[in-house]
Each structure stands twice: as C-alpha cells, then as structure tokens.
C-alpha cells in the first residue's frame, strides 16, 4: 500500500541494487546493521556519534532521531531525500540525495554508507549512479558534488568512476583531529555522456511538489 508522503513512495532500481524510500519499516530493518556498525579500523569516517562514540542502543535512537528530524525540515531550500539500500530484498546500506538551495541553483549532493560485508562488490559504485539518476533525470538537477576524507579509497574511487572531477579539498575533523577533505563535482553534462540506460525511477512525479520542485525538474 503507498505511503501518504510521497518521498517514501519513490524507488530507483538498477540492476544490481534498489534504493527505496525509508520508510519507517524499513529502517527498523536497518537498526542491526547500525547496531553493528561501530567504526574500528582506518580510514575513519566523519565525527559521527552514531559511527564512533556512542553505545547503544543510544547509537541506535540518535541515527533514528536525525533522520526522523531530516525528513521533517523539508523546504525548496533545504531537503534531504533517505533511501534503504537493498540488495535481492535485503538492507544493506543507505544512500541520502541533498539539495541545498536546489530551486536557485540546482546543486545536489549525496551521503551513503555500507554495512562492512557488502563492501566492495560494487554496490556503492551502483547506488551512486542510481542517486545521480534521481537528481538529474528525475529532479533536473545541474551539478551534483561528493567529498571524502583524501585517504578514503573506496568513496573517491566511485566518484572517479562516474566522471566526477576534482573541485578542491577541504578539512574536517575524525576523532577530534584535523584531516583532510577531497571534494568532487559532477555537471550535468558530463553526467548525460556518461548516464547508464538501465535505471528505473517511480514515484517521482508525485515527490516533486514536496520538495518545491516543478513538474519539468529545475529550470535549466
């Protein structure tokens, strides 16, 4: 049965991974994974409490009260876009989509994260590029940006992969010490030379007016 917010209505497939709206079902299915994903080994991520300090269930509750409080601050400013990553029905991650000042200047950026036992079998590179075709085929984005920590492999890698170029660095904290940031930029143009042919999206049309957004995306 749809839900009566259209954001968790909508889902991308592509072959090998579904992103589907989080629903509030579905992350109770995430919980483990989260309840199990204490950071303990390099590159460490962000200063998250939910990945380093907290225990849980604390961790737990403070991952589920700020998505909570993100899906509730939706303006054509600011909103964020949650969806549980799934792999043949199962969760294994989630992948957010960002916009910031979207109707003024059409910029997305995006968020993942893995559970450590589907890593590295190609999935972040595919819900990526399933995240990039939402903003740009379903929302009309212009440019989308990523950062990583400089020594994190895996998520500049995947940024290379899909025609992302570098856009400068910045700096960050992880556990309480300075590091430092690469920051990547992905134009729509170079995203239409490089777009995959085999993404679905659904429900889009019906999201659109949540977020501010016209029925023909951003006025390019």
């Known amino acids: 049965m749809p839900h009566a917010y259209p954001p968790l209505n909508v889902e991308i497939r592509a072959p090998r991974v579904t992103l589907a709206g989080a629903s509030d079902a579905l992350l109770e299915r995430l919980v483990p994974l989260v309840r199990a994903g204490v950071a303990d080994a390099e590159p460490w991520p962000f200063d998250d409490p939910s990945s380093l300090y907290a225990d849980s269930p604390e961790r737990e509750w403070r991952w589920l009260r700020g998505i909570w409080a993100g899906r509730a601050k939706v303006s054509p400013d600011a909103w964020r876009l949650y969806f549980a990553v799934l792999v043949d029905g199962e969760p294994v991650g989630m992948q957010d989509l960002i916009g910031t000042n979207f109707t003024r200047f059409g910029t997305v950026s995006s968020f993942s994260w893995l559970a450590p036992g ?3 079998q190609g999935y972040g590179t ?3 590029a399933a995240i990039l075709h939402l903003a740009f085929a ?3 984005a212009r440019e989308a940006g990523s950062d990583a920590f400089v020594d994190n492999e895996a998520s500049n890698r995947v940024s290379r992969a899909l025609g992302y170029e570098p856009n ?3 700096w960050d904290t992880r556990r309480g010490e300075p590091a430092q940031i690469q920051r990547w930029r992905l134009t729509r143009e170079t995203w239409d ?3 995959r042919d085999d993404i679905e999206l659904t429900g889009v049309e019906q999201c659109r007016p949540v977020l501010g ?3 023909g995306g951003h006025d390019r």
């Open 213 to 215: 957004i016209g029925q």
């Open 193 to 195: 030379r490089v777009r």
């Open 168 to 170: 400068g660095t910045d």
């Open 138 to 140: 379903g929302l009309g």
């Open 126 to 128: 595919q819900m990526r």
């Open 118 to 120: 589907s890593r590295g």
